[in-house]
């Protein structure tokens, strides 16, 4: 899968172990986990886009699993 380049804010599609695509919106850019790339991911209503701080309930999310919503 191509890799995209995120950005706080940015709505995207999460691909789910159960072969689904969720709806979710980056917290942070793309950065290295200890494995791979990950960006950090949240649900819609919790992304405050004047917040200084990502929300409290991020998950990080392998970013070839990621993509921007059409």
Do not use: Y
Not at 28 to 40: A, I, K
Not at 47 to 55: C, E, R, T, V
């Amino acid at each position: 899968m191509d890799q995209i380049d995120l950005k706080p804010g940015m709505k995207v599609l999460a691909h789910t172990a159960l072969d689904a695509w969720v709806p979710l919106t980056a917290a942070t850019p793309s950065q290295q986990g200890r494995d791979f790339q990950v960006v950090w991911l949240c649900e819609d209503d919790a992304w405050d886009p004047d917040a200084k701080q990502p929300p409290a309930n991020v998950i990080p999310w392998p970013i070839e699993e990621v993509r921007a919503r059409p």
